[in-house]
């Protein structure tokens, strides 16, 4: 038998009244004074027996009464006898254990593996114990089901074993996600392995408790937003251990990307021969404030930076000299004076501008005609170049044809109606399906040969082509925004095509369903048409028909506000742009052509054998740790062993409050000792009176 309120047994520490009220005789309250006696000294009476106690059945009722009082009030139930446990076992701990980039500071993983091992020495021998390893994506190294079938000797054995082959990586933190694969791990668990959780809960069994030990240096940079709007497990408890590192903030390096043009008048901002470094501290960090900044292989340091506590500064880097008569593509720059060297390197390559070519297709009769009425003037003034190449745009007679075409040296083709039929149609539909983009301009009446050219690439073997309505002009009245052409141009302000005239237009018509209408005119003919080659081995190539020129004669195309975006829109992205430097966990083709994921810095080659850079993530770099209350923000049960513990009594307590309520012990003692105070009163009544 428990009881809700134990103190309350204090009060039965008052039956000690009614014993002694019985113990203590009356004494005769008159007296009568006789003359014969006022000259003698008064004596005490002489006792002729000891005090004893009188009436004892009503001394016990009074007794009784007095203690069930306080039995009641103390709140008596019994505890139940129901087994709350769950196959013996009540308990579970997953090990989270960061492995990111971060921990490759001096001294982490052997703290980490110590703050490990005594987590599992302080647990149960009946309790499970699992192992989760985490980067930028969590990993188990002993799961709690595997963990089941060990006896209680070897589950801890097993755990210290899987703790000492774990070894930092040079990937980011996604903390967020580990706590996330922890608690669905934890709240399907089925030991029976069996029996999904709608059975559990039929054989009425119940869900384990769980507790998530967090051993990480909780740095700032750890991705924690996927835990918005997670519904964390009632079962499940985060607690934390954290990983000092031997010394407080941490000082940062790395190249700030800058478009520098090679070989040209406009280079941006600088000489090709120094690079833009970023050298920041952390708030509070202790190191000292000056710093040297070194490339690797090189005697002397290239600069001394001052950089305070906070602060974040940059600074032009000269390169390392050339070695030979060609530079050397690679460099690595490292950064001394900070205590953290996990992150003191950063790799890079000299930017190179790619040169590529627009090729223009023309017929002889547009070639020889006025050069304002030409497609190829308003073509060749346009800026093809940008900082990451330099596009030249060069017209071909079909006597100068290249045999093969390769997208990546001419990202973009443009050919009138008349001149593409003297290309070898499997040559345009291999150019294409490698990622090629090809413009064909409806100008003038196209041969049957060129009709049946532009149906084949189309895939529309019905495909058309009559002269429009030419008596007055056409506007552009519907425009299909969510290509991918014309969706930079759907911004306020810069979405009206309703004031471009168009003067002689084509009707195109027996289009197919693989072909979309991108621009549409007032008569319903479309203007624009475009079709996309989809290839899982390549980029995906473009095929695009206008029903006009853009020359005055035919269209106010060319002096529109949409010529330039939408033409330096077919030419696309730079795909021979080499990117300055990639991230540690970005995947990338190598030279066999496989798809591999980047693990550690330094320097790799691509399928197409160009040298990339990788380097830690910056994020990683963020070493300050994180505040804990950010967990119980998003959701997260954060808890300790003394505040668990604290949690459990408070759960006792309430159980045992709702047990009391449910057996209601003290109302029949209340109805109990009102029945002795009657029997009491009752006794009282009829016993002897005393003398007065």
């Not at 134990?6 to 009244?17: D, I, K, N, T």
């Not at 190449?389 to 100068?400: H, L, Q, S, T």
Request: charge should be negative; include cysteine.
């Amino acid at each position: 038998m428990s009881f809700l309120t134990p103190l309350y047994f204090l009060g039965a520490l008052a039956v000690l009244g009614p014993i002694l009220f019985h113990l203590i005789r009356r004494q005769p309250k008159g007296e009568v004074e006789f003359s014969s006696l006022m000259f003698l000294e008064p004596s005490p009476p002489r006792l002729t027996r000891r005090s004893r106690l009188e009436n004892l059945p009503l001394l016990l009722i009074r007794c009784a009464a007095i203690a069930m009082l306080a039995f009641a009030f103390a709140r008596p139930f019994l505890p139940s006898t129901q087994s709350e446990s769950v196959d013996g076992i009540q308990e579970a701990t997953i090990l989270l254990i960061d492995q990111s980039a971060s921990m490759q500071r001096d001294g982490m993983v052997t703290r980490l593996r110590d703050l490990a091992q005594q987590v599992i020495d302080d647990c149960d021998d009946d309790s499970l114990i699992a192992v989760v390893s985490f980067d930028e994506t969590p990993q188990a190294r002993l799961t709690l089901r595997e963990s089941s079938g060990l006896d209680a000797a070897m589950r801890k054995a097993a755990a210290s074993e899987a703790i000492d082959q774990l070894e930092p990586s040079y990937l980011s933190t996604d903390i967020g996600q580990a706590l996330r694969f922890c608690a669905d791990s934890a709240a399907l668990l089925d030991l029976d392995g069996e029996r999904d959780s709608s059975e559990q809960q039929a054989s009425g069994r119940a869900a384990i408790r769980t507790r998530v030990v967090l051993i990480s240096d909780l740095q700032t940079g750890a991705k924690i937003e996927s835990l918005q709007g997670y519904d964390w497990p009632d079962d499940v408890w985060l607690e934390t251990r954290v990983v000092k590192s031997n010394a407080w903030g941490n000082a940062t390096l790395r190249m700030i990307p800058r478009q520098v043009q090679i070989g040209t008048e406009n280079s941006v901002n600088a000489s090709p021969d120094t690079v833009r470094v970023e050298v920041s501290r952390d708030e509070g960090d202790e190191g000292a404030s000056t710093f040297r900044l070194r490339y690797r292989g090189q005697d002397d340091d290239a600069v001394v930076v001052q950089v305070g506590p906070g602060q974040t500064r940059y600074f032009d880097v000269p390169l390392p000299a050339a070695s030979g008569q060609q530079k050397d593509p690679t460099a690595t720059l490292e950064l001394f004076g900070d205590a953290d060297t996990f992150d003191n390197l950063h790799y890079f390559i000299r930017p190179e501008k790619a040169k590529q070519t627009v090729m223009f297709l023309a017929d002889n009769q547009s070639r020889l005609s006025d050069q304002r009425e030409t497609l190829s003037f308003y073509l060749s003034q346009l800026p093809w170049s940008d900082s990451t190449r330099e596009v030249k745009f060069r017209v071909f007679d079909r006597d100068d044809l290249p045999t093969a075409i390769d997208p990546e040296s001419i990202p973009l083709v443009i050919a009138t109606a008349s001149s593409i039929a003297s290309v070898p149609v499997e040559a345009l539909q291999s150019y294409i399906g490698n990622g090629g983009r090809l413009l064909i301009v409806i100008e003038s009446d196209p041969m049957p040969a060129g009709k049946d050219f532009i149906g084949t690439l189309l895939n529309s073997p019905e495909f058309v082509v009559t002269s429009g309505d030419d008596d007055e002009f056409r506007l552009i009245a519907a425009v299909d925004f969510n290509a991918k052409l014309i969706a930079p141009l759907a911004e306020p302000g810069v979405n009206d095509f309703s004031t471009i005239k168009i003067w002689k237009h084509w009707q195109l018509g027996g289009l197919s369903e693989e072909v979309d209408v991108t621009l549409r005119l007032d008569n319903q003919s479309p203007l624009l048409i475009h079709r996309e080659y989809s290839s899982p081995d390549a980029a995906a190539g473009h095929v695009w028909v206008l029903g006009s020129g853009w020359q005055p004669t035919q269209s106010q195309f060319a002096l529109s506000t949409k010529f330039v975006p939408m033409m330096l829109g077919m030419l696309g992205p730079n795909r021979m742009l080499v990117p300055q430097s990639m991230l540690v966990g970005e995947t990338i083709r190598d030279t066999s052509g496989e798809e591999i994921q980047l693990t550690e810095p330094g320097f790799t080659d691509s399928s197409d054998g160009v040298r990339v850079a990788v380097n830690l993530n910056p994020v990683e770099s963020r070493t300050v740790p994180i505040d804990l209350d950010r967990f119980s923000s998003l959701g997260v049960t954060v808890s300790s062993p003394e505040l668990r513990e604290q949690d459990l009594q408070a759960e006792r307590a309430l159980r045992d409050v709702e047990l009391e309520a449910k057996q209601g012990w003290w109302q029949w003692l209340i109805l109990a000792t009102m029945g002795l105070v009657a029997i009491e009163t009752i006794l009282s009544a009829r016993g002897p009176k005393s003398d007065e």
